[in-house]
């Protein structure tokens, strides 16, 4: 009687049956594995997109912030320039100066104090009880203005006399020889409804939500979840991923909130104040649609399993059968006088194939069998011819017999080793040739070709026996007998001189795309130098210099124009081209801030193409928008006249594309072809379009609209 152990070799050395195991343990890889692929895809693909969602919303709001944040200190900034005969009045002139200010009470829902150099309150609107009088030199922040003479945004703090959680803007109050004579400062109570209040009313999804952090101070200055107002951050060290984010300014992290709940977390900083805006979704509500189709794929995945395990089983079983009948009529056949005669054939297909080549082998057997004794001469010369041409392809040959372990080598593989005994070595001593850190990869290679029949292609070093290193591509082979391994065979390969300029190529590639994120890190950060530059002087210039000033922010408009260039190529790494719609949305949006400063009844439309550039022309069509835009809202909008400056990139097929520059303002003055040839700005923008290829157009009223037309070095997306 058969043992269990007896019945399933017997099982297992059926065709039939490995076949229908292997076929569906390759289904059963291929679905499940693609299960998984899909499912590891989609969830690093929504990862990725929720990231770049919740980055974009802190981003835009960091913006908002920023620019209220800089709108509240220039206001400040020029209140102050008007001080300094009030100051010197006395106290009583001041406070009525303060007094007839009333619009700083919607900028700062505290209203605003005067102090003198000392650091004493002397006057404020309104004016609550115990702050006139009182010194306020311990603060750092006052200490900050008035010390050094700059602006401070302060740090948010419980206030002793209001008895509520404020922060303040401050800024000096200088003479005409830049000496401080005080500081006027704008308080604003964060449990009163202020500018901020976009944080703590936004809700972010379902359960997400917004949060203002002071990172200098480790502090939460307002946010969504109520209990978390003026609660202090996690020391440095304890959130190593909050402390990243906050180093770097801005990112996406996944981390447990304070409440233990995971959340994926987006940040942005606010650069007026180095304050963060973040941005926080429970994963549990972020991933919720992959979970689902996960589970819809486990099931799907399942029952493609079972239904694809029945159909192998079947074809197989069917398409075998003229296969088995064979195999039966030779065992039958086996001990006969004669054994000559054909096999019949049931049908003609793959399996009738080989069945008729059986037969057509046995006609011919006899005839081998005669010619054989005269392949001997034939098999040395074939044998030299391969010794010759291994040689010249510096291709080796190896075998192994398996039952003694006997390693041979061709005259190659000699020489590639360095090995001037003709004797082989053992197998071991082979492997040994390989280099240290090699050897493990080439031993277990050659232990799954005996152990499963797995042949290998690998490229590994070496150490020859007079120690030269080389790199060498060694294929493996096994020929199997009765379902085990009896003999393994190959080649050896010197491939050193091919891996030595893949290295080469590889490292001159890195280093010349090393150089080229330098250079226009470099040169942008210059131009932001020269920018800061400008902007100081500008500021030193004063009221009295209002046209040098002007020329200087024309200016820093231009340089900072330049420098976004840069910093779009050194942060997208592609020098090739300049995502020109990004690169002007990005530009006119910041020129137009900065132009518009006081105009906001003047709005931005842009309307861009995806247009794909070299940076010769991207650069003076950045230039170009921005003069435009900056002689649209100098002239178009005067006497606080309304409207709207729009900037267009239209794709025009063939290679060409147009950009625009219009408003609706008050329009050309009927002199404007006479100052076109004495403004230095519209010069430069003829010089601009001339440089793009084409010719500025002035388009007819209302309002004013220039545009020009030119060929794109690259092809156009539309």
């Not at 006395?90 to 303060?98: F, I, Y």
């Not at 029949?453 to 026996?465: F, K």
């Amino acid at each position: 009687m058969q043992t269990i152990a007896e019945i399933a070799a017997a099982v297992w050395r059926s065709l039939q049956m490995r076949l229908t195991l292997t076929s569906v343990v390759i289904l059963l890889v291929s679905i499940w594995g693609t299960a998984a692929y899909v499912s590891t895809e989609l969830h690093d693909d929504l990862e990725r997109l929720l990231g770049e969602q919740q980055l974009a919303v802190a981003s835009a709001i960091a913006t908002g912030i920023d620019s209220d944040m800089h709108e509240r200190v220039s206001a400040l900034e020029a209140l102050a320039t008007t001080l300094e005969p009030f100051i010197q009045k006395g106290p009583s002139a001041l406070q009525a100066e303060l007094v007839n200010k009333p619009a700083f009470q919607v900028l700062f829902n505290l209203g605003v104090v005067a102090m003198t150099a000392d650091g004493t309150v002397v006057a404020d609107n309104p004016s609550p009880p115990g702050r006139k009088g009182l010194n306020l030199m311990s603060n750092p922040d006052v200490q900050r203005t008035l010390q050094l003479g700059i602006p401070t945004i302060g740090s948010p703090h419980m206030s002793p006399v209001l008895k509520a959680s404020v922060f303040s803007i401050l800024v000096p109050v200088l003479d005409a020889n830049g000496k401080v004579l005080g500081a006027l400062g704008g308080l604003t109570n964060l449990d009163q409804p202020n500018f901020l209040d976009i944080v703590p009313s936004a809700q972010y999804g379902k359960t997400g939500g917004f949060l203002l952090v002071a990172p200098e101070q480790r502090l939460v200055v307002t946010a969504t979840d109520k209990t978390r107002i003026m609660t202090a951050l996690p020391p440095p060290g304890v959130h190593p991923q909050m402390d990243a984010m906050m180093s770097k300014g801005m990112g996406t992290e996944t981390w447990v909130s304070p409440s233990g709940v995971e959340v994926l977390t987006s940040g942005a900083t606010i650069p007026t104040s180095g304050w963060m805006v973040g941005v926080s979704l429970p994963t549990a509500e972020a991933y919720g649609p992959i979970h689902r189709v996960q589970q819809s794929a486990a099931g799907v995945a399942l029952a493609l399993s079972g239904i694809a395990a029945l159909l192998v089983w079947w074809l197989l079983q069917r398409q075998l059968a003229p296969l088995n009948e064979a195999a039966m009529a030779l065992r039958l056949r086996a001990g006969m006088p004669s054994h000559h005669f054909p096999l019949q054939v049931v049908r003609n297909d793959e399996i009738g194939d080989v069945i008729e080549g059986f037969n057509t082998l046995l006609q011919e057997l006899h005839q081998r069998e005669r010619v054989l004794l005269g392949t001997t001469s034939a098999l040395e010369v074939a044998a030299a011819l391969q010794e010759s041409t291994g040689a010249m392809a510096q291709v080796g040959g190896w075998q192994v017999e398996i039952a003694t372990m006997k390693l041979t080598w061709t005259r190659e593989t000699f020489r590639i080793a360095e090995r001037e005994s003709t004797i082989e070595p053992p197998l071991e001593e082979g492997i040994n040739l390989f280099a240290p850190q090699a050897r493990p990869a080439i031993s277990a290679a050659v232990q799954a070709a005996i152990d499963l029949g797995t042949p290998y292609d690998l490229e590994l070093p070496i150490i020859g026996e007079r120690g030269t290193h080389k790199w060498v591509r060694t294929q493996g082979f096994a020929v199997m007998e009765k379902g085990e391994t009896v003999r393994l065979h190959g080649t050896f390969q010197d491939i050193t001189d091919r891996k030595q300029n893949e290295l080469l190529k590889a490292a001159t590639l890195a280093e010349k795309t090393a150089l080229l994120n330098e250079v226009h890190h470099r040169v942008k950060n210059n131009l932001q130098v020269i920018s800061s530059l400008l902007r100081l002087e500008a500021a030193r210039v004063g009221t009295n210099g209002s046209n040098t000033k002007t020329v200087l922010n024309d200016m820093q408009a231009r340089v900072r124009s330049m420098a976004l260039l840069h910093e779009s190529l050194y942060r997208t790494g592609v020098f090739a081209s300049v995502d020109l719609a990004a690169y002007l949305r990005q530009l006119a949006q910041q020129s137009f801030r900065a132009f518009t400063f006081n105009h906001a009844h003047v709005r931005l439309e842009l309307d861009l193409a995806v247009v794909h550039l070299g940076m010769d022309q991207a650069l003076p069509c950045g230039l170009l928008v921005n003069e435009l835009l900056s002689n649209a809202t100098k002239h178009g909008f005067p006497d606080g006249r309304a409207g709207a400056v729009r900037v267009e990139l239209l794709a025009l097929g063939g290679g060409r594309c147009r950009v625009c520059v219009s408003d609706n303002g008050v329009g050309l003055p009927h002199d404007f072809d006479q100052r076109r040839e004495k403004s230095l700005g519209l010069q430069l923008v003829g010089d601009l379009c001339t440089q793009l290829g084409g010719a500025l157009e002035v388009g007819p009223g209302p309002g004013s609209h220039f545009s020009v037309e030119f060929d794109c070095e690259r092809e156009v997306e539309a």
